[in-house]
């Protein structure tokens, strides 16, 4: 019986063991989840961002054109030339803000995959954790139940043995 508790009682601490360097895995899982949720969120920021220009020069544009039309038409030759410079402005901040969503669309899919990745990875250490932690307890479970069998035992051999006073200590040790 000694041995078979020896052996639980190592099982223990090895499941023990692990079970703390899974802990540890875990936790690292959880950190580069989180740095990659929260790089997936400034993307999503920066994105939203260059619709934003997207949108503004898309609305702004048909309004310069008309106004430097008129301007021109009104021979406001330095107002028409200045409305012209800005939409030539806008048009190349609305190109680069249409080359900065293409990139971003595609990085925003990659960094969506890492981090899918990221949970299938936490997800994945929360179970192999739950299990070494399961080995650990049944070992403990097995050595207890070895214990209480033991000090029965021991009970029974000394209220055999009629002595009472120490099969009450040893009764009170089991419960």
Known sequence: ????????????????????????????????????????????????????????????LPELEAEKKAAAAS????????LAAEAKSLTSSREESQSAVAELEGQENALREDVEEKVAQVEAAEATLRGASRIGGLARCKWLQLAIAEKRDQVDAAAAEENYEEAENLQSEVE
């Open 1 to 60: 019986m000694q041995i078979k508790k020896a052996l639980l009682s190592a099982e223990e601490k090895k499941a023990s063991a692990e079970a703390a360097s899974l802990r540890d895995a875990l936790l690292e899982c959880k950190r580069l989840e989180t740095l990659a949720q929260n790089a997936l969120d400034r993307l999503i920021s920066d994105l939203q961002t260059a619709k934003a220009v997207l949108v503004e020069a898309d609305s702004r």
């Open 75 to 82: 021979k406001n030759f330095k107002e028409a030339a200045r």
